[in-house]
């Protein structure tokens, strides 16, 4: 399994800009995708953005596409989503999870309990 323990949420305007963090320990976070999705009260749990292991390949759900860009530091075991152009409906619990290989083609559908997830962190974008 990977512990996973996410920060940098919080309150901003629209327009604005979060940087997300992901930090990652237990087994080799640099051998497995992983991912961010978010859920917004009363919705389900969606897709945001998709890393490979090595960072070389990435995949964004459409509604965020331009806006946000995921990236990975292994020597830190760490996963980035930088978020930008923010907009009210982006509002959400945003949580990161770890696949269970070096890529999953299937990672978009990803729910708990496939992988491993952390907490969340709360963003809110105000208008």
């Known amino acids: 399994q990977v512990q996973l323990v996410e920060s940098g949420g919080g309150l901003v305007q629209a327009g604005g800009s979060l940087r997300l963090s992901c930090a990652a320990s237990?087994?080799?976070?640099?051998?497995?995708?992983m991912g961010w999705f978010r859920q917004a009260p009363g919705k389900e749990r969606e897709f945001v953005a998709a890393?490979?292991?090595?960072?070389?390949?990435?995949l964004y759900a459409d509604s965020v596409k331009g806006r946000f860009t995921i990236s990975r530091d292994n020597a830190k075991n760490e996963v980035y989503l930088q978020m930008s152009s923010l907009k009210p409906e982006d509002t959400a619990v945003y949580y990161c999870?770890?696949?269970?290989?070096?890529?999953?083609?299937?990672?978009?559908?990803?729910?708990?309990?496939?992988?491993?997830w952390g907490q969340g962190t709360q963003v809110t974008v105000s208008s």
């Open positions: 999870a770890a696949a269970r290989a070096r890529w999953d083609p299937t990672i978009t559908t990803m729910r708990p309990p496939r992988g491993d």
């Open positions: 237990g087994r080799t976070f640099s051998s497995v995708a």
């Open positions: 890393i490979n292991w090595g960072g070389s390949s990435t």
